[in-house]
């Protein structure tokens, strides 16, 4: 789950952290009175979406002279000229896709003297299943740039979960950012708090770029990322509430509600597929085939009747599919519950798109007995193969 770049900031100030003073808004009649809550004077003006590369972005519908989703405005008014230029508009970065974002809050924040950009990252490292650092002094820029163009400034480590976390580790980050003086101090006690915050939040990455050193010799953080493991909000009510829905693909939203594991993709077929492996797998062999999946869905080893109607809903809501491609293994999942599940929502929301239907396993000769007795135009598959074959022909013709 991530959260907006004014949320994570409150999150860095309830510990301790020291960011910039701000103001988020979502209407353009309030940004001139949220401007002027703050001292000045200069203010940064920033549009609130999940996606990076806000300042090089651009909006579709922009007016003559526009550019950006960050902006400095030397006044108040001006402040709220750029917040009433932004707010309902499409802003598109490359992390965005041509699509764009549609901006529905703005945060206004203190402007800042700013000496050097330093990056600092903190995600969890799936090959050693540890908390890891990431360190560099090529802030503020992509840190995909920086990798790509010169990866020897870009240094990591983890953290020993069996001696945990120590002021070294702030220390090694001073380091490698070349802080001296009080500035060591100061950073030990950031990455003290940040270590701190990312274990209490059950966070899976959070991200400072730039970090800051400001003209008087102190340390700030200038912008946030945080990423937070889905599977833990349960045990953290005040972070689930931070939740933007507007911000996710509707098709994932509806997914998440059903206990589905759903993600849109570009292609033409849709797939529904129990099992994570399974799903790769099949989609995989579409590409084979010639033709691109229109989604990964796990519809899960315990999938009901009902769960299943919801998931070819799902797939037939999407105008990008052409076909559908269900790929069922009974082992858990017994193939005649997919197949009534499949028939139930085929009769409620109708088939416009050539459907392919594998079965194998549990039960599956009365799934597919099922299948042929419902009078439905469903294209039988006896192998995985078969199966992407035919629907690949299908949408192809």
């Known amino acids: 789950m991530n959260i907006h770049e004014y949320q994570a900031k409150a999150l860095l100030r309830s510990y301790g952290i020291p960011v910039s003073d701000g103001r988020a808004v979502t209407k353009a009649e309030d940004a001139k009175s949220a401007a002027g809550e703050l001292d000045?004077?200069?203010?940064?003006?920033?549009?609130?979406?999940?996606?990076?590369?806000?300042?090089?972005?651009?909006?579709k519908e922009a007016e003559a002279g526009e550019k950006g989703g960050v902006r400095l405005a030397r006044s108040v008014g001006e402040a709220a000229e750029f917040a009433r230029q932004m707010l309902g508009r499409t802003l598109v970065t490359e992390q965005t896709g041509?699509?764009?974002?549609?901006?529905?809050?703005?945060?206004?924040?203190?402007?800042?003297?700013?000496?050097?950009?330093?990056?600092?990252?903190?995600?969890?490292?799936?090959?050693?299943?540890?908390?890891?650092?990431?360190?560099?002094?090529?802030?503020?820029?992509?840190?995909?740039?920086?990798?790509?163009?010169t990866p020897d400034k870009?240094?990591?480590?983890?953290?020993?979960?069996?001696?945990?976390?120590?002021?070294?580790?702030?220390?090694?980050?001073?380091?490698?950012?070349?802080?001296?003086?009080?500035?060591?101090?100061?950073?030990?006690?950031?990455?003290?708090?940040?270590?701190?915050?990312f274990v209490e939040k059950d966070m899976d990455m959070l991200e400072i770029n730039p970090l800051v050193v400001m003209t008087d010799g102190n340390l700030k953080l200038l912008d946030a990322k945080m990423s937070f493991d889905g599977n833990a909000m349960y045990r953290h009510p005040d972070i689930a509430a931070l939740r933007d829905e507007t911000e996710e693909d509707p098709k994932e939203l509806a997914a998440s509600k059903f206990d589905l594991n759903y993600i849109a993709l570009d292609g033409e077929i849709g797939c529904m597929v129990n099992g994570a492996g399974l799903a790769m797998a099949t989609m995989d062999i579409i590409k084979l085939y010639g033709a691109e999946p229109a989604n990964f869905l796990d519809v899960g080893g315990g999938a009901t009747k009902e769960k299943v109607t919801e998931a070819f809903k799902i797939i037939t809501s999407d105008p990008q599919v052409k076909g559908i491609l269900v790929n069922i293994?009974?082992?858990?999942?017994?193939?005649?519950?997919?197949?009534?599940?499949?028939?139930?929502?085929?009769?409620?929301?109708?088939?416009?798109?050539?459907?392919?239907?594998?079965?194998?396993?549990?039960?599956?000769?009365?799934?597919?007995?099922?299948?042929?007795?419902?009078?439905?135009?469903?294209?039988?598959?006896?192998?995985?193969?078969?199966?992407?074959?035919k629907i690949v022909k299908a949408v192809k013709g």
């Open 40 to 59: 000045g004077p200069l203010w940064v003006v920033k549009a609130q979406i999940h996606a990076g590369g806000r300042g090089k972005g651009h909006f």
């Open 154 to 197: 870009i240094i990591s480590f983890d953290v020993d979960p069996a001696t945990g976390y120590s002021d070294f580790h702030g220390r090694r980050v001073a380091f490698v950012l070349g802080l001296e003086g009080a500035q060591v101090k100061q950073c030990v006690g950031i990455v003290k708090n940040l270590y701190r915050l």
């Open 98 to 149: 041509p699509a764009g974002k549609q901006v529905n809050r703005i945060y206004i924040e203190d402007g800042s003297d700013i000496a050097r950009e330093l990056y600092l990252a903190m995600l969890i490292d799936r090959n050693s299943s540890r908390i890891s650092f990431v360190v560099s002094t090529e802030g503020g820029m992509s840190i995909e740039d920086v990798a790509h163009n």
């Open 329 to 389: 293994f009974g082992g858990i999942m017994r193939c005649d519950i997919i197949a009534e599940g499949v028939i139930a929502a085929v009769k409620e929301v109708g088939l416009k798109v050539p459907l392919v239907v594998r079965l194998e396993g549990t039960n599956v000769e009365l799934g597919k007995d099922i299948i042929r007795n419902s009078g439905l135009n469903v294209i039988a598959a006896d192998n995985l193969s078969d199966a992407a074959q």
